[in-house]
């Protein structure tokens, strides 16, 4: 059984690169504690992307390993994206690195460099930096 507290939901806007691509999602998360300051971090994510070359929807899964002592963390991990219209060009494997930075209880930054490449093709599709803000709800 998961309790309400162990979920949070947030709306991103990120994934800016040379073209301009607006991104908005709602994402779940759990996290599962390997000891007060480790866990493992399972999202998953279903949201709409849209840029000057396509526009889709898509869905989401990451796992990410997260070392968080104090206020300041450290985490790393793999994204898996798929486009859910049917749409062709758009899915993504990514890794990740980044910080994270704990506000209060229930509000955190994370600050992350991302590379992603085509999950077909294999080739490497960006690098980017991130930040994003979640509250838990």
């Known amino acids: 059984e998961i309790s309400t507290r162990d979920w949070s939901s947030d709306v991103c806007s990120s994934d800016l ?5 607006s ?3 709602v994402r779940v998360r759990k ?6 300051a480790q866990s493992i971090r399972l999202r998953a994510q279903v949201g ?3 840029g000057s070359n396509a526009s889709f929807f898509d869905g ?11 206020a300041l963390g450290l985490m790393g991990g793999l994204t898996v994206r798929r486009a859910l219209d ?3 060009g758009h899915d993504r494997h990514a ?6 930075l704990l506000l209060e209880t229930r509000h955190e930054i994370e600050l992350r460099w991302q590379r992603s490449w085509d999950a ?11 930040l994003e803000y979640t509250y838990q709800f």
């Open 17 to 21: 690169q040379n073209t301009t691509v």
């Open 23 to 25: 991104r908005v999602g």
């Open 31 to 36: 996290d599962v504690f390997l000891s007060p």
């Open 48 to 50: 709409y992307s849209h």
């Open 60 to 70: 989401e899964s990451d796992g990410a390993l997260r070392y968080q002592p104090g």
């Open 86 to 88: 049917g749409t062709r």
């Open 95 to 100: 890794l990740y690195l980044g910080g994270v």
């Open 120 to 130: 077909y093709r294999y080739t490497k599709d960006t690098d980017l930096y991130s």
